[in-house]
């Protein structure tokens, strides 16, 4: 039983670029959420989604990011114009249903140069 | 508002010893679950336990000890005789029941086991 898989697991984005983080829950599951740990710092909250909608989108900056969780197919999350202070690990969880705990993936470390 | 605080930014201990991790929360919600991670240094997030707002019972696995304190709402971890593979960056969190389904995630505290 595969866990939750991320890709890539490093990415490098010149300043501008679009970034595109990938995101397959574990199977079963039909809940994903979208993490986002700064250098030094815990995991903050970004954007919660089932399939094909956004439950939860309070923890997203409000421009230049988005994130879909088509019916079939990863969740990915979209970063587009990226900057310097984009650069985090991005960590994708999944769970069964709500009120269980969640499954975290490898992350993506997305450095922008 | 949720939050939890981990006083703790890193400890330091010399193989063998017991070393506690504290977990400090805060939330208005009567149901919630509290948890805790392990970020080794290869980065990923390990999922060790997790406990629900009901059950104050202390939880053992192996060298692993957590106590949940509703009282001083607290969760705190004990590793028991640690080892160097228990060095890693430990994180508490918390999420409430029902509704959006979100964690909060504690600062983390960075624990080095020494040889």
């Known amino acids: 039983n595969a866990g939750v898989m991320q890709n890539p697991r490093h990415?490098?984005?010149?300043?501008?670029?679009?970034?595109?983080?990938?995101?397959s829950p574990m199977k079963g599951h039909s809940h994903v959420y979208w993490y986002r740990q700064l250098p030094e710092e815990g995991l903050k909250f970004m954007v919660y989604l089932q399939k094909e909608n956004?439950?939860?989108?309070?923890?997203?900056?409000?421009?230049?990011?988005?994130?879909?969780?088509?019916?079939?197919?990863?969740?990915?999350?979209?970063?587009q114009q990226v900057v310097r202070?984009?650069?985090?690990?991005?960590?994708?969880?999944?769970?069964?249903?709500?009120?269980?705990?969640?499954?975290?993936?490898?992350?993506?470390?997305?450095?922008?140069? | 508002a949720q939050k939890v605080t981990q006083a703790q930014t890193e400890i330091s201990?010399?193989?063998k010893e017991d070393v506690t991790l504290d977990c400090v929360y805060e939330t208005r919600d009567t149901t919630y679950y509290l948890f805790?991670?392990?970020?080794?240094?290869?980065?990923?997030?390990?999922?060790?336990i997790r406990r629900n707002s009901f059950d104050e019972q202390n939880e053992i696995s192996g060298r692993y000890s957590w106590n949940f304190q509703k009282s001083t709402s607290s969760f705190n971890f004990t590793i028991t005789a640690s080892q160097v593979v228990d060095s890693a960056v430990y994180f508490c969190a918390l999420s409430e029941a029902g509704g959006t389904y979100k964690y909060i995630?504690?600062?983390?505290?960075?624990?080095?086991?020494?040889?």
């Open chain 1, 11 to 23: 990415l490098v984005r010149r300043r501008g670029q679009e970034a595109r983080l990938r995101c």
């Open chain 1, 54 to 79: 956004i439950i939860d989108e309070s923890g997203m900056p409000k421009e230049r990011f988005s994130a879909e969780f088509p019916k079939e197919g990863p969740s990915i999350l979209r970063i």
């Open chain 1, 85 to 113: 202070g984009d650069s985090a690990a991005y960590f994708c969880a999944s769970s069964s249903q709500q009120g269980t705990e969640a499954f975290f993936g490898q992350g993506t470390r997305l450095t922008v140069v």
């Open chain 2, 13 to 15: 201990v010399v193989e």
């Open chain 2, 36 to 48: 805790w991670y392990k970020q080794p240094p290869s980065g990923e997030l390990v999922f060790l």
């Open chain 2, 105 to 115: 995630f504690g600062t983390g505290t960075r624990l080095k086991v020494l040889a």
